[in-house]
């Protein structure tokens, strides 16, 4: 069974920055394209950013655009999430999602972690 | 902007079919729109129930079926359940690399 575990979420101030990583397993990692996606609360769910399998092409959600970074460890089955200049409106639970490169949707989900900026 | 629109909330009784839309405020969704539809329990993490507009994910119960129609991507949910109460999102490829989900529509059945 596909394994995706966020981490990192906690408490920041606004203007900080946090690392948000996620630790994949039970699958083929370095074939897969990666995707996170965040949920405010209350919110409903607004993708954040891209990787493909080899670590390009990355997009990223005009929110975040210049503010975080993402990357990945094919070696060693991670993904990394770098925030920066973090907003109260960047408050939300960030889940990691495998996506599909056939169907173009995210298959697999992570149980999220929570991202709380405050000012 | 672009907007993917989906209906706010919807309710509807045990055993009845509701038809959830997911649209855009500019054009129309097609095939390339990839649409896929996830379902979610407030507090748990989204589960995935329609990729590609009308393939059902592994193990989700075919009273759930998706398809296109009149340019929006449908989630068509017959016979509902208990169960079934929940929150409901689309999410569309609006192409190079860019993904947008609609704001969910909440479904009630009582």
């Known amino acids: 069974e596909v394994q995706l575990v966020e981490s990192g979420g906690t408490l920041v101030q606004s203007g900080g920055s946090l690392s948000l990583s996620c630790a994949a397993s039970q699958f083929n990692f370095r074939g897969y394209s990666m995707s996170w996606i965040r949920q405010a609360p209350g919110k409903g769910l607004e993708w954040v950013s891209y990787?493909?399998?080899?670590?390009?092409?990355?997009y990223y959600a005009d929110s975040v655009k210049g503010r975080f970074t993402l990357s990945r460890d094919n070696a060693k089955n991670s993904l990394n999430l770098q925030m920066n200049s973090l907003r109260d409106d960047d408050t939300a639970v960030y889940y990691c999602?495998?996506?599909?490169?056939?169907?173009?949707?995210?298959?697999?989900w992570g149980p999220g972690t929570l991202v709380t900026v405050s000012s | 902007q672009t907007v993917v629109t989906q209906e706010p909330s919807f309710s509807v009784s045990p055993g009845g079919t509701v038809t959830l839309t997911c649209g855009l405020t500019?054009?129309?969704?097609?095939?390339?729109?990839?649409p896929s539809w996830y379902q979610q329990i407030p507090g748990q993490a989204p589960r995935t129930l329609i990729y590609?507009?009308?393939i059902r994910s592994s193990g989700v119960p075919d009273r759930y079926s998706g398809s296109i129609l009149d340019n929006k991507a449908v989630l068509t949910i017959t016979g509902a359940q208990a169960d079934d109460e929940s929150d409901f999102y689309c999410?569309?490829?609006?192409?190079?690399?860019?993904?947008?989900f609609g704001a969910g529509t909440r479904v009630t059945v009582l």
């Open positions: 990787i493909g399998s080899s670590g390009s092409p990355i």
């Open positions: 500019s054009g129309s969704v097609s095939a390339t729109s990839y």
């Open positions: 999410v569309l490829y609006m192409g190079s690399g860019i993904w947008v």
């Open positions: 590609n507009a009308n």
């Open positions: 999602a495998r996506r599909s490169d056939y169907y173009l949707y995210f298959d697999n």
